[in-house]
């Protein structure tokens, strides 16, 4: 039988539609098997993935953290470039904290830490 191009092409967009719905079903395609997600089941997935992700570098961290030396310091006045605190009355005081984030140890060698130090 001599198929013309435009019967090849109805048959590949029939056989490309067939496998779409049994994909979108769910169902076994070929040798894998596709599963399909709600939009608030995919995300809860995401959610879970990022918080063990969060859970194990904070474990990482931890022990580091505990040895290095405290990247806080306490200063008395702001730095030049900031603003001072608006007066008040004197039951009201103001502590500035500098955080050095580039002296702790699994934060030097982060692109990003890199980019905000030079900020």
Not at 82 to 99: L, N
């Amino acid at each position: 039988m001599v198929r013309t191009c435009a019967e090849k092409r109805r048959l590949q967009k029939e056989q490309q539609a067939a496998e779409a719905a049994a994909a979108a079903a769910g169902v076994l395609t070929g040798s894998r098997e596709m599963i399909v997600l709600s939009k608030s089941d995919l995300q809860a997935l995401i959610d879970s993935s990022v918080q063990r992700g969060i859970k194990e570098e904070m474990a990482a961290l931890a022990p580091s953290l505990l040895q290095a030396p405290s990247p806080v310091a306490r200063v008395d006045s702001p730095p030049e470039d900031e603003e001072q605190a608006p007066s008040m009355s004197a039951s009201f005081s103001y502590c500035y904290v500098k955080v050095d984030f580039g002296a702790v140890p699994q934060m030097q060698n982060k692109q990003h830490i890199k980019e905000w130090e030079q900020k």
